[in-house]
T-cell receptor
Framework: AQSVTQLDSHVSVSEGTPVLLRCNYS??????LFWYVQHPNKGLQLLLK??????LVKGINGFEAEFKKSETSFHLTKPSAHMSDAAEYFC????????????FGSGTQLTVLP | KAGVTQTPRYLIKTRGQQVTLSCSPI?????VSWYQQTPGQGLQFLFE???????NKGNFPGRFSGRQFSNSRSEMNVSTLELGDSALYLC??????????????FGQGTRLTVV
């Protein structure tokens, strides 16, 4: 069995300040972990993925995440928030490298204040 | 390259009716997965099809069904609609190679409202 817990349902930051979205995972198997972003009335877009290679993963739009097995965490960070980053973010786990069945966290709504 | 296309984008149905949603995957993708997104339950996996066969199924009642055609296009059907079926239904396609991760690409979804 596998699951993810997103520790914050809402996060607000000011434009230009760092972003931290927290995610803890649970998996009986070696997990693959991802962050997806969903803008209003849009589909889901993959930000970045961890699939057992480098533990520090860089994604699109300046986002990155670090896989920490000892802490079962996969937190998403960005050094400087932009207004266009305002969206809902989902932490996702899947077994192995399969894209076929994704288990989503409950989502974190990011608000970026001017 | 065209993305994942879901039709229709919006639907309003009455309780007790049935509905069919369509998903056209990215050209060359053979795996299609369906997800239900609601404010209360979040994003939940419905089922996944590969080469016209259902390979995985989530924890949904039998009123939810699907199929995949030889051109990889997929449909999902919900019979005897209930108010709780109101949701955004998302389709994702992927290459589904065994040897390495292949990204899941999502469509914009079909917004189903049951009244």
């Amino acid at each position: 069995a596998q699951s993810v817990t997103q520790l914050d349902s809402h996060v607000s930051v000011s434009e230009g300040t760092p972003v931290l979205l927290r995610c803890n995972y649970s998996s009986s198997y070696s997990p693959s972990l991802f962050w997806y972003v969903q803008h209003p009335n849009k589909g889901l877009q993959l930000l970045l993925k961890y699939t057992s290679a480098a533990t520090l993963v860089k994604g699109i739009n300046g986002f990155e995440a670090e896989f920490k097995k000892s802490e079962t965490s996969f937190h998403l960070t960005k050094p400087s928030a932009h207004m266009s980053d305002a969206a809902e973010y989902f932490c996702v786990v899947t077994r192995g490298g399969s894209a076929r069945q994704l288990t989503f966290g409950s989502g974190t709504q990011l608000t970026v204040l001017p | 390259k065209a993305g994942v296309t879901q039709t229709p984008r919006y639907l309003i149905k009455t309780r007790g009716q049935q509905v069919t949603l369509s998903c056209s995957p990215i050209s060359g993708h053979r795996s299609v997965s369906w997800y239900q997104q609601t404010p209360g339950q979040g994003l939940q996996f419905l089922f996944e099809y590969f080469s016209e066969t259902q390979r995985n199924k989530g924890n949904f009642p039998g009123r939810f069904s699907g199929r995949q055609f030889s051109n990889s296009r997929s449909e999902m059907n919900v019979s005897t609609l209930e108010l709780g079926d109101s949701a955004l239904y998302l389709c994702a396609s992927s290459l589904a190679r065994q040897a390495r991760w292949t990204e899941a690409f999502f469509g914009q979804g079909t917004r189903l409202t049951v009244v």
